[in-house]
């Protein structure tokens, strides 16, 4: 037999395909939701890789509430570096939406495009890898982290007491995962 070609589609998932079978399950509004919600991460990378280039290239965006401008804006404004691979070991690396060191003021800023409550402890983590892939010890910088999503700005300044615990369950899970790497 001679397959059809659909070479546009390898290496792509369906929404609805057979490595996900739970959707067998779904009535009709599941599904819908299933759907929407794919379709809203979609334009949720778009809006990050637009909101990167905006920032590389400098270009502010009008002043407005508007989550996307405020994010950008405040990006450049602070001159900040977006997308940026905070890593401490293959286990425990993350990448930051935008973030600065300068100063002794760790900035990390995060754009939410999603409905969803978004927690701070996300920009937590992101301090606790800089620190540990920096041996920055964060007792001795400022540290501001922002969320930025629904046209608001939360603004977090963590202590040491709040990164410290973060960081040192990161070595340990860290050292754990090596010991029973063979194991696994």
């Known amino acids: 037999m001679v397959f059809n070609k659909h070479e546009n589609l390898e290496g792509l998932h369906a929404p609805f395909g057979a490595s996900k079978s739970s959707w067998l ?41 508007k989550t996307i401008y405020n994010y950008v804006n405040d990006a450049i404004g602070f001159k900040m570096t977006p997308e940026v691979v905070l890593f401490y070991s293959d286990y425990f690396f993350g990448t930051t939406d935008a973030i600065c060191f300068r100063d002794k003021v760790l900035r990390i800023h995060d754009l939410k495009t999603g409905t969803k409550p978004a927690h701070m402890e996300q920009l937590e983590i992101y301090a606790a890898l800089f620190c540990l892939e920096y041996k920055i010890k964060p007792s001795e910088i400022e540290i501001e982290l922002r969320i930025y999503q629904n046209d608001e700005v939360i603004v977090h300044n963590p202590t040491a007491e709040d990164i410290v615990p ?17 194991r696994m």
């Open 25 to 65: 399950r779904y009535d009709d509004d599941k599904a819908v939701e299933v759907y929407k919600n794919l379709r809203a991460a979609e334009v949720g990378t778009i809006l990050h890789e637009w909101a990167k280039n905006t920032i590389q290239l400098g270009i502010k965006q009008p002043r407005s509430k």
């Open 166 to 182: 973060i960081m040192d369950k990161i070595v340990h899970l860290n050292n754990i995962l090596i010991e029973n790497e063979g």
